[in-house]
Structure formats: C-alpha cells, structure tokens
C-alpha cells in the first residue's frame, strides 16, 4: 500500500476541484489520472491483501469447525458407552439384589432364622 501524505491529499482534492469546476489543464488532467490510477491500485491492492487474509481466516475456521465437530462426535460416543455402562450397573444391581434375596429366603427356609449382615 502507497502512502498517502497530507500534501498528496490536498493537490489530489485540488486537481479534482478544478477538474469539476471545469478549469483543469491537459497536464494537471494527466496527474490527477496518474494519482487516480495510483489511489486504484492501492485500493485494489488492499482490498486482495484483506481478501485473501480473509480466506485464510475461514479456512482454519473450517478446519476448526471440523475439529470440534469430530470431538462432539466422540464426546457423543464417549456419553453413549458412559449410558450403556450406567444401564448394565443398574441391571447388575437388580440382579445383585434378586440373588441376595433369593439367597435370604432359602437360608430363613432352611435355619428358620432370618440372615443378618455382617
């Protein structure tokens, strides 16, 4: 990018002055055309650096969509197995529970005598 000082500013809004009003001369036209052109450029020039900034900028926010969408996918998996896991304790449990039962029951049956902890 030029840079643009306050002299080159003000004989830019000068030269247009003069070119609005009319009175603008061949050489002076021929000027204000060349810092025109030189305005453009570094405009143009700008405007591809931002854009082009700008794409990198989205392709590592792709790559970086990407990323947590693969871990919420494992995390999705990861809270599926923790499920299952918590399903097969709480039927474990029930099972623990039935047998202990089971166990008391027989045990009063055979002694008469109910089966205490410990």
Sequence with gaps: MMNWSKEQQARFDELRQREMAGTITAP???ELETL???LTQAADDALI???TK???EQVKLEAGLQ???HENEELANLL???EQLTAESR???QDFDRRHAQIRERYTRLTGEA????
């Design 28 to 30: 002076d036209q021929q």
């Design 36 to 38: 025109t052109a030189s």
């Design 49 to 51: 650096q931002a854009i």
């Design 54 to 56: 700008l794409q990198h």
């Design 67 to 69: 990323q947590r969408q």
């Design 80 to 82: 599926h197995q923790q």
């Design 91 to 93: 039927q474990w449990l």
């Design 115 to 118: 089966l205490t902890p410990g």
